[in-house]
C-alpha cells in the first residue's frame, strides 16, 4: 500500500462554467437570422461519451463534447456538409437525429455575433529571433538529427508530417535549455559518451548501486545497462558535433542517478535518489515503476514519498524540482493509475505516441496522465527513438514510455530556461495549456477527445496531448505564477457498500469545496479518490468519478491480468487531471461496476473525495495570444463561472 502523510496535501484549484441555453421561437426564414451546423442534442437519459460517438457518427455528425451540468443528457454536435451559416433551418438533419431511439430532441443552433467592449492593443510578440545567431532556422548537423524524427517530423518512415515535438519554435527562441540540469534516475549514463562529456554535470551524480560519485553502467555482454544513457542522449545530447543526433535542450546539462542496476529496490534507495541535490538539479526523469503485468498494484514508500513531497516543495530553492514519469509499458492489459508513482499529483506522467500519431500497443491508459511524447515508428518497429548508447555508440531503436518521458523531461528545460522562476505547478499548468491534440488517435478506437467543463480538450490514452515546446516556451516567457494552492477534504462515505455483477454502485458527494474556509477551492487542480475496495476478480473491477460539470473520469479499467481476490485497495489514492480548470462545487459522482461476462461480487469500504487547486483564478494576470487559445478559452469560462 503507498501511504500519502496527511501534510502531503496542499492543494490548488478552478473555476467551472455554466452554460444556460435559451431557445427562442422563430420562423424558419429570416432576412437576420442565420443557423449554423452546430446541434443541442438532449438525450432521454444520460449517455456516455462512446455512446454519444457512435451516435452522431453513424449519422454523419461529429460530437464536440458533453454540454457543462448536463450529467451526460446533452451534447453539442456539428455536422461537416452543412455550411457555417445558412437563412434557413436544415429539418432534415434534425429528423435524422431525433430518429435514434435515445435522443429526445435535436435543435439547430441560431448563429448571432459578438463585438467586443474597449478592444485590447494587439499583444506583441513574444520573441523576435535573432538574426545574428547562425542557428535561427537552421537544422542541427548531427549525423542521426534526419532519424530523429520526434524532433522534426516530415513523414519520414511513414510518419505524420508536423507530428512532432515543435522543438525548433523554440531553439528559434534562443531556447536551448541553458543553465538547467536534468536527473536521469536509472541504471547509470555513460559520461565519457562524446555527445554527452560537455554536458555533464558531475557536480549533480552519484551512484547509489555503488555508493560512490561515478555512476557508470556496470558492463554486460547484452548491453543491458544502455537504457539510462539512452535517455540522457534525449534530453542533452550535444549539437552540430558530428555525433549521433541531438538532445531536446542540448545546451542543459545532465547528471546520472546510478540507482536500479540491483538485484532489489529499497525505500531508502529511492528516496535518497529522489532527493539528491535538490538545488542543483532542477529535473528528475524516471523511466520505470512496478512491474508492467496488468496485475501489481505498487507505489512509492513512505521514506519515497516523503523524498518526493519534500522535493516539490522545498527543492529549488523553493519552486520545486520538477518529477517526470514514464506512464507505463503494460498495454491495455495494465492501468497506469495503478502505479503509484506514476499516478502521483506530484509527478508529471507521460505517455507515448508513434509517429502517426496513434498510440504504441504498450501504452497503459489512465486518468493521471498529464501529457504525451513520442516513442516508436509506425511503419517500421525498429524505427524508434535515435539517441546516445553505451561506449561512445548511437541506436536508433530506443522506445517504449522509456523514451518519452526524457523527451518531456528536454521540453520542460526548455520551459525552466524561458522562465527560470516558474514553481512545479506552473510547469503542470504550463503542460496542460501548451499541450496539442494534433494528429493523436487511439488505434482501436476505445478513448475518443472529450472536452470538459471549461473547454479543454483531453483523451484517457493521451492526457492534454503531445507536449509543445515553441508554445510551452513562448507562454512560460509571460507566465504569473499561480495563486497558492489548497486541499479541500470535500467528503467521505465511509459505509460499505456491496458491488454486483447486475448494474452499477453509485455513490454521491455533495460538497461546497470547503467555501469560506481557509483551505477552498474553486479552481481544480488534481482530484484524488481515496479508495478501499475488494473484489472477487479485482481485475473485473472498473471506477469512475464524474465531476459536478458532467466531466466523466475513468479513474481504474479492467486488468485481464489481476486475479486477486484478497488484497483489493486499500486507500488507494486514484487520481484524475481531466477535471483541471474546472469549479469543484457540487455533486460527485463515483459509479463502481464490473465489466466479466461472469458473475462477480465486491464491496466498496471507504471512497474519500479530495480536492486539489486554488481558491483565486490562476490565468487572472495573463493576457492570451489568440482569442482561440486554450488559455483564453479557461480563462473565459472562469470569468463567466465568476460572474454567476
Known sequence: MMFIPKWC???????????????????????????????????????????????????????????????????????????HARTRRSLTHARVLKKERLINTAIQQQGFKRVKRGLRPAI???????????NVG?????????????????????????????????????ITGKNVTTAIMDDGVDYMHPDLKFNYNAEASYDFSSNDQFPYPRYTDDWFNSHGTRCAGEVAAARDNGICGVGVAYDSKIA????????????????NSMGHEPHKIHIYSASWGPTDDGKTVDGPRNATMRA?????????????????????????????????????????????????????HYDESCSSTLASTFSNGAKDPNTGVATTDLYGKCTTTHSGTSAAAPE?????????????SLTWRDVQHLTVLTSKRNSLFDAKNRFH???????????????????????????????????????????????????????????????????????EVRYLEHVQAVITANATRRGDLELFVTSPMGTRSMILSRRANDDDHRDGFTKWPFMTTHTWGEYPQGTWLLEATFNSKEPRTGWLKEFSLVLHGTKDPPYRMLSPASPHSKLAIVKKAHEDQDKM
Not at 492543494?11 to 444556460?20: E, P, R, T, W
Not at 506583441?124 to 547562425?134: E, F, G, M, N, R
Request: net charge negative; charged share 15%.
Open 9 to 83: 496535501y496542499i492543494s490548488a484549484g478552478l473555476i467551472a462554467c455554466c452554460l444556460v441555453v435559451t431557445i427562442h421561437s422563430s420562423s424558419d426564414a429570416h432576412p437576420n437570422r442565420v443557423f449554423t451546423s452546430s446541434f443541442l442534442v438532449r438525450f432521454k437519459r444520460h449517455v456516455d461519451h462512446a455512446q454519444a460517438h457512435d451516435i452522431a457518427e453513424r449519422n454523419g455528425f461529429v460530437n464536440l463534447g458533453m454540454l457543462p451540468g448536463s450529467a451526460g443528457r446533452e451534447y453539442h454536435f456539428k455536422h461537416s456538409t452543412l455550411p
Open 308 to 360: 518526493i513531497v519534500q522535493g516539490v516543495n522545498e527543492g529549488r530553492n523553493g519552486l520545486g524540482n520538477i518529477y517526470v514519469w514514464a506512464s507505463g509499458d503494460g498495454g491495455e492489459e495494465d492501468d497506469c493509475n495503478c502505479d503509484g508513482y506514476a499516478a502521483s499529483m506530484w509527478t508529471i506522467s507521460i505517455n507515448s505516441a508513434i509517429n502517426d500519431g496513434q498510440n504504441a
Open 256 to 271: 546520472g542517478i546510478r540507482m536500479l542496476d540491483q538485484p532489489y529496490m529499497t525505500d531508502l534507495i529511492e528516496a
Open 124 to 134: 506583441p510578440a513574444v520573441y523576435v529571433p535573432d538574426k545574428s545567431d547562425p
Open 408 to 420: 518531456a523531461a528536454g521540453v520542460f528545460a526548455l520551459a525552466l530556461e524561458a522562465n527560470p
Open 449 to 519: 477527445w472529450t472536452m470538459n467543463g471549461v473547454g479543454l480538450e483531453f483523451n484517457h490514452l493521451f492526457g492534454f496531448g503531445v507536449l509543445d515546446a515553441g508554445a510551452i516556451v513562448s507562454l512560460a516567457k509571460k507566465w504569473r505564477t499561480v495563486p497558492p494552492r489548497y486541499h479541500c477534504e470535500a467528503g467521505a462515505i465511509l459505509t460499505p457498500h456491496s458491488i454486483s455483477s447486475v448494474g452499477s454502485l453509485v455513490l454521491r458527494i455533495n460538497t461546497d469545496a470547503c467555501k469560506d474556509t481557509d483551505t
Open 138 to 174: 537552421k537544422a542541427p548537423t548531427d549525423p542521426y538529427f534526419p532519424l530523429q524524427w520526434y524532433l522534426r517530423n516530415t513523414g519520414q518512415n511513414g510518419g505524420k508530417p508536423r507530428l512532432d515535438l515543435n522543438v525548433q519554435a523554440a531553439w528559434d527562441q534562443g
